[in-house]
């Protein structure tokens, strides 16, 4: 079936732009979260949803980082007034049961702020 | 914040040979596992071995546990062009859905 994708691939901001990451889950999959990988870097924690509930957003950098997951499935990240330090790498993942630690990736949404 | 750290940072090698690399990490946890990321894409998981486990296999790929080091190490074996890629390791911790927390990785490039 179908994994993880998220859109778009690229993006690029003008500095004080914002900007909406979007990611699709596995179909049926229960947990979804987001992660930040800066380069060279490993996958940093942003937040995490259970169906529509976040139920964790302790790793998002500021208050102009948003997330949201109305209705359970596809969940949008939203950056507001973008900042050159928020070139990143915004990984999706996803489970299909909240007691598993094997997450399922996304390829990714490469952002450059310039 | 990072938990793991992976030694070594970059590694070369022959096809052919085993690659071995090391994770440390700094709380207690509930289980470890490997991811590999190829240039460009995603994360894919390659292996879990829980707190209770000392040793686990899969393939070419043999993981080993020390709960009292708080290390792991990757062992690849026969490796091939193909495992040419950044590899992390990850803990979870003990809540169920917590999120995963990784290490900055290792580059392990296998030249043909």
């Known amino acids: 079936g179908a994994g993880v994708s998220q859109s778009p691939r690229y993006k690029v901001a003008k500095r004080g732009q914002d900007v909406a990451l979007r990611c699709d889950p596995i179909?049926?999959?229960?947990?979804l979260f987001w992660y930040q990988q800066a380069l060279g870097q490993g996958p940093e924690f942003l937040t995490y949803?259970?169906?529509?509930?976040?139920?964790?957003k302790s790793g998002l950098p500021s208050d102009r980082f948003f997330a949201e997951r109305p209705e359970g499935s596809v969940s949008t990240l939203k950056i507001q007034r973008t900042q050159q330090e928020d070139s990143a790498v915004y990984l999706c993942?996803?489970?299909?049961?909240?007691?598993?630690?094997?997450?399922?990736f996304g390829p990714g949404t490469r952002l450059t702020v310039t | 914040s990072q938990q793991g750290e992976e030694d070594p940072q970059a590694l070369s090698i022959q096809e052919g040979e085993n690659a071995t690399m090391n994770c440390s990490y700094k709380?207690?946890?509930?289980?470890l596992q490997w991811y590999r990321q190829n240039s460009g894409r995603g994360l894919v998981h390659l292996i879990l071995?829980?707190?209770?486990?000392r040793e686990k296999h899969s393939g070419r790929l043999r993981v080993t546990l020390d709960t009292s080091k708080k290390s792991s190490s990757l062992l690849i074996t026969a490796s091939r062009a193909a495992d040419t890629a950044s590899y992390f390791c990850?803990?979870?911790?003990?809540?169920?859905?917590?999120?995963?927390?990784f290490g900055k990785g290792t580059t392990l490039s296998v030249s043909s």
């Open positions: 993942a996803s489970t299909n049961d909240p007691n598993s630690y094997e997450q399922y």
């Open positions: 179909s049926g999959h229960v947990s």
């Open positions: 949803f259970q169906n529509e509930a976040q139920l964790d």
């Open positions: 709380t207690s946890i509930n289980n």
């Open positions: 071995i829980r707190s209770n486990e």
């Open positions: 990850a803990t979870g911790l003990n809540q169920a859905g917590t999120a995963l927390i």
